[in-house]
């Protein structure tokens, strides 16, 4: 399976924007880009132009939610051809993925941490062992941690590896006791962050 194995602080930088929970304190430290010449105060960077405005966008949430260029585009594409606004709809479906249920569920502290949980084959849907982070639930679905995986360190200490969220998604039923997350609906615009500029990433797609 491909993986993006680039600095998530290096990506951080580079988008402007926090992609890990980890590069708040980096991107306090250096909010610039990566680069020796940024580093030193170079030159002015020109205006940037509407498709590199409409790139940045893409390239922030395709690495927020850590997929590679050809599963987004992909995604995109079924977006588009689903009925209602394109760029919602992309939202919903990537707030869908089992890894990013398994991260605002609250089990683990980041999308990372959760999709190489998911991977390793922790938990199960619907009573059934999934190593696939990709896998997008419905309504009804219910995500619990196998039997050994509760005898891990990890999750013994849950409330210190990864303390429960201040929210979970009104969509999401979670059960830190059970290790146990049923899925009670579907996620709406509002359940995304709230500075992503969808539209540029739809017609950056439809140039």
Same mark, same amino acid.
């Given at each position: 399976?491909? !993986?993006?194995?680039?600095?998530?602080?290096?990506?951080?930088?580079?988008?402007?924007?926090?992609?890990?929970?980890?590069a708040h304190k980096?991107? #306090? /430290?250096?909010?610039?880009?990566?680069?020796?010449?940024?580093?030193e105060?170079?030159?002015r960077?020109?205006?940037?132009?509407?498709?590199?405005?409409?790139?940045?966008?893409?390239?922030?949430?395709? !690495?927020?939610?850590?997929?590679?260029?050809?599963?987004?585009?992909?995604?995109?594409?079924?977006?588009?051809?689903?009925k209602?606004?394109?760029?919602?709809t992309?939202?919903?479906?990537?707030?869908?993925?089992?890894?990013? #249920?398994?991260?605002?569920?609250?089990?683990?502290l980041?999308?990372?941490?959760a999709?190489?949980? &998911?991977?390793?084959?922790h938990?199960?849907?619907n009573?059934?062992?999934?190593?696939?982070?990709?896998?997008?639930? #419905?309504?009804?679905? &219910?995500?619990?941690l196998?039997?050994?995986?509760?005898?891990?360190?990890?999750? /013994?200490?849950?409330? &210190?590896?990864s303390?429960?969220?201040?929210a979970?998604?009104?969509?999401?039923k979670?059960?830190? /006791?059970?290790?146990?997350v049923?899925?009670?609906?579907?996620?709406? !615009?509002?359940?995304?962050?709230?500075?992503?500029?969808?539209?540029?990433? #739809?017609e950056?797609?439809?140039?």
């Amino acid at each position: 399976m491909a !993986r993006d194995l680039q600095s998530i602080v290096k990506r951080s930088r580079r988008e402007g924007y926090a992609l890990h929970p980890k590069a708040h304190k980096a991107l #306090v /430290k250096r909010p610039g880009p990566p680069g020796q010449a940024a580093a030193e105060g170079g030159r002015r960077r020109p205006k940037a132009s509407q498709y590199s405005v409409q790139l940045r966008e893409k390239q922030k949430v395709k !690495r927020l939610y850590g997929l590679l260029e050809r599963q987004f585009a992909k995604m995109m594409n079924e977006a588009s051809r689903t009925k209602g606004q394109s760029g919602i709809t992309l939202l919903q479906f990537l707030e869908r993925r089992l890894d990013n #249920v398994i991260y605002r569920s609250g089990f683990a502290l980041s999308r990372r941490a959760a999709r190489q949980l &998911v991977t390793h084959g922790h938990f199960m849907l619907n009573g059934r062992r999934i190593d696939i982070p990709s896998i997008r639930v #419905v309504v009804g679905d &219910v995500i619990e941690l196998r039997e050994h995986g509760k005898n891990t360190e990890y999750f /013994k200490q849950i409330d &210190v590896t990864s303390p429960a969220p201040a929210a979970i998604p009104a969509w999401l039923k979670a059960d830190r /006791k059970k290790f146990r997350v049923n899925v009670t609906g579907l996620p709406t !615009r509002d359940d995304a962050e709230p500075d992503i500029k969808e539209q540029l990433i #739809v017609e950056y797609y439809s140039r």
